[in-house]
């Protein structure tokens, strides 16, 4: 019997490449939760266009030649810098979408746009117009005060002319974005090149704290979560966990002082479901049977 040899034709994974992503996807997921720049672009497209919104449909992984291939012609490409850096991040407008908010900017909210054609003078100072105030409200936000600002500096309007501003093997990450305009539906593609990411998005992730804030959880009061309190901790062995029996006495680590010559009293730590996310520092107390706990303060940490 003849063996035929199979070989795995596996894509070779570069540890960079998938660290950008996931740390994007991260931004991506922080964003969605706090939805401050969902809510700065949604109120940025109702003033300029009208009935519109949008929604991230897909994020995939190209090289700069395969973006460069991919781009229509003709095209309404924007690129924007971070002065002082050098890479550049680029929008992909499809023609009908571009020359539809154009028309929507000048006040026609009757139709859409099926032209096409290269933008004139006019219509490209109304549309950076808009985008300079998109990159303005993005700069706003609470977390992007201390940040780096996104400023607009062309449009190109050939596919083949983004080719001098991209190393054509270097990774490009693509976040495709549907938008609606009134009834008009298109298509914006945000191009992030790895040089860019790690220059800007990424470098900011590290001032990155996670907090509770008020509007953040009042968006999930409908869910009933678990509230408890810590008293004490410490930790074991794998052996010593297989090891215990009824009976032993285990002794938790900690300053709480919970058990005084008066009964119980002292501090704990109320921590809200799995407790990663910090705790809020209380003092302790007992009415009768009933435990009663008093705020103190926020802290941070698990």
């Given at each position: 019997m003849s063996v035929t040899p199979f070989h795995l034709k596996l894509k070779k994974i570069d540890t960079t490449s998938e660290k950008l992503k996931s740390d994007l996807m991260n931004i991506l997921s922080r964003l969605g939760q706090q939805r401050k720049l969902e809510k700065a672009l949604s109120q940025a497209l109702a003033e300029h266009l009208g009935s519109s919104?949008?929604?991230?449909?897909?994020?995939?992984?190209?090289?700069?030649?395969?973006?460069?291939?991919?781009?229509?012609?003709?095209?309404?490409?924007?690129?924007?810098?971070?002065?002082?850096?050098?890479?550049?991040?680029?929008?992909?407008?499809?023609?009908?979408t571009g020359l539809t908010m154009i028309e929507r900017l000048l006040g026609n909210h009757e139709g859409s746009s099926w032209e096409k054609r290269r933008p004139t003078e006019i219509e490209q100072g109304v549309l950076q117009f808009l985008l300079v105030d998109i990159f303005s409200r993005i700069h706003q936000l609470e977390d992007s005060k201390e940040g780096l600002q996104l400023r607009f500096e062309r449009f190109l309007f050939e596919g083949e002319k983004?080719?001098?501003?991209?190393?054509?093997?270097?990774?490009?990450?693509?976040?495709?974005i549907r938008l609606v305009i009134g009834k008009f539906h298109g298509f914006v593609?945000?191009?992030?090149?790895?040089?860019?990411?790690e220059e800007t998005l990424l470098s900011q992730e590290e001032n990155y704290e996670a907090s509770p804030s008020?509007?953040?959880?009042?968006?999930?009061?409908?869910?009933?979560?678990?509230?408890?309190?810590?008293?004490?901790?410490?930790?074991?062995?794998?052996?010593?966990?297989?090891?215990?029996?009824?009976?032993?006495?285990?002794?938790?680590e900690g300053e709480n002082n919970l058990l005084t010559e008066k009964g119980v009293g002292g501090s704990v730590i109320l921590r809200i479901g799995l407790g990663n996310e910090g705790g809020i520092v209380s003092e302790i107390s007992l009415n009768g049977?009933?435990?009663?706990?008093?705020?103190?303060?926020?802290?941070k940490g698990v």
């Open positions: 919104s949008f929604k991230i449909e897909m994020m995939s992984e190209l090289t700069g030649e395969e973006f460069c291939s991919r781009l229509s012609d003709p095209a309404i490409i924007a690129i924007a810098g971070v002065v002082p850096l050098t890479s550049k991040c680029f929008i992909d407008l499809d023609v009908a983004v080719r001098s501003y991209l190393d054509p093997l270097e990774k490009i990450f693509v976040v495709g593609r945000v191009g992030l090149p790895a040089s860019f990411l008020p509007e953040r959880l009042l968006h999930y009061r409908h869910v009933r979560f678990p509230i408890w309190a810590e008293a004490g901790r410490t930790s074991v062995t794998s052996a010593e966990v297989a090891n215990l029996d009824v009976g032993d006495v285990v002794v938790f049977r009933t435990a009663h706990c008093r705020l103190i303060e926020e802290m």
